[in-house]
């Protein structure tokens, strides 16, 4: 499985970004996917996660009502949408696929750095 998350960048304090995450060597539609970060002298961190068809979505409480989890089973493509960024968001973010609903695979992350 070979996950490549990209999108990242610089984005002032209320800016928006939309990250993408592509997959392969997988039935891509079977699984959940996720978003993770982790953040300058963190631990890791749940963002967000959506089941196969894309009918069922769970954030952290943290980017409730910002971030926007979707996805697009005939591209093998995972998106994370998010908005109204503020400095605390800044992290690695990564996708990951789920197996027995646990994240499982992960692919190299994309950095996010929100200025004030």
């Known amino acids: 499985v070979q996950l490549q998350a990209f999108g990242g960048g610089l984005v002032q304090a209320g800016g928006s970004l939309r990250l993408s995450c592509a997959a392969s060597?997988?039935?891509?539609?079977?699984?959940?996917m996720g978003w993770f970060r982790r953040a300058p002298g963190k631990e890791r961190e749940f963002v967000a996660r959506i089941n196969g068809s894309g009918s069922s979505t769970y954030y952290a409480d943290s980017v409730k009502g910002r971030f926007t989890v979707s996805r697009d089973n005939a591209k093998n493509t995972v998106y994370l949408q998010m908005n109204s960024l503020k400095p605390e968001d800044t992290a690695v973010y990564s996708c990951?696929?789920?197996?027995?609903?646990?994240?499982?695979?992960w692919g190299q992350g994309t950095q996010v750095t929100v200025s004030s």
């Open positions: 990951a696929s789920y197996r027995d609903y646990q994240p499982a695979y």
């Open positions: 060597g997988r039935t891509f539609s079977s699984y959940q």
